[in-house]
């Protein structure tokens, strides 16, 4: 019994788990050789993120036992993390998915796991957490781990795009491409690797001449909606959701499994007081064409003050 619960564990990195990031791989069933194949290729790029990262690594799903059961595992996992700190836990799901048409499921070796299940097992949780379900037919997971301080991301937008994914693989290699980094502040985001994994996903139907089959999406407001990929132009959205909610991108432009060197040179509560100060940036903006210009410019420079004399105190954060 108690090798059920033994998990493949590795630490980057001698910060405690409270103030660092952590990162927990479960890989589903394979089901054919091929995909197995591209599930290793995902856990690689992970591992060598969270290395860069210095981000500690558990990793499920992946070991050549007699394990046919990795639903506890998981659950365990998920327990013996930290529930509480600055640093954000990474959940990453590799693999496949259904959905029957009220309940999505991951796809594990042994019993599943369904997304109301996992919601029940993250619900402790008060850290930030980054959950990236690559996995076929993953929307309703976005509907049900959608909160406050999470960012979800999705390979699909509905429980019937059931389909093998290619989001995951595009989306760990762009965590270690520059090319990624669309802002050219010397890291690459969670919205980054969004943006750049999508695009990827889009150009490999294109080349296949098939029709795409996948449209990942992203939230980061806690309202479940979510945001598909082509509403934006680079970093900028060109489209606003209906019903004036609030638009996603802004926290999961702030959240890097790997820093530059300037961001991990910053002070914590100096790099939380900046993230604050672009967060009221952005909603202000969103504000402007219901507001009078000179309020609307006259806040904008009070905020944009406060943030440069942020960056005059810390001269090697300039993003």
Do not use: C
Not at 66 to 92: F, K, Y
Not at 203 to 227: C, K
Not at 279 to 300: D, I
């Amino acid at each position: 019994m108690l090798g059920l619960l033994v998990l493949s564990i590795s630490h980057a990195g001698s910060t405690p788990a409270t103030s660092s990031p952590a990162v927990i791989l479960a890989v589903g069933a394979p089901g054919e050789a091929e995909y197995a194949t591209n599930f290793l290729r995902q856990v690689e790029l992970w591992s060598e993120a969270a290395r860069r990262g210095g981000a500690s690594l558990v990793t499920i799903g992946t070991d050549s036992t007699e394990t046919t059961n990795d639903r506890p595992r998981l659950q365990q996992a998920l327990e013996s993390a930290s529930r509480d700190g600055d640093a954000a836990l990474w959940l990453v799901l590799i693999g496949h998915g259904t959905f029957d048409g009220k309940e999505a499921r991951f796809n594990l070796r042994g019993p599943d796991v369904t997304a109301t299940e996992l919601a029940a097992w993250l619900s402790p949780f008060h850290r930030p957490l980054a959950i990236i379900d690559t996995t076929s037919a993953s929307a309703p997971f976005l509907q049900k781990l959608s909160a406050t301080n999470r960012i979800v991301i999705t390979a699909t937008r509905s429980g019937y795009e059931q389909n093998a994914t290619r989001f995951g693989k595009y989306f760990a290699e762009a965590l270690l491409d520059p090319v990624a980094d669309l802002d050219g502040d010397g890291q690459v985001s969670l919205l980054e690797a969004f943006l750049s994994a999508s695009q990827a996903v889009a150009e490999s139907y294109r080349n296949d001449g098939r029709l795409l089959t996948e449209h990942a999406l992203l939230d980061d407001t806690g309202d479940g909606l979510g945001t598909p990929a082509e509403w934006f132009s680079g970093l900028r959205a060109t489209k606003r959701p209906k019903d004036k909610a609030a638009l996603d991108s802004v926290r999961a432009h702030q959240l890097h499994l790997i820093p530059s060197a300037a961001e991990q040179q910053l002070p914590e509560e100096t790099r939380a007081r900046r993230d604050e100060l672009e967060r009221q940036v952005f909603t202000l903006r969103e504000q402007k064409a219901a507001m009078p210009a000179a309020e609307y410019y006259s806040q904008l420079e009070a905020i944009l003050l406060k943030l440069a004399r942020l960056y005059a105190e810390n001269p090697g954060d300039q993003r």
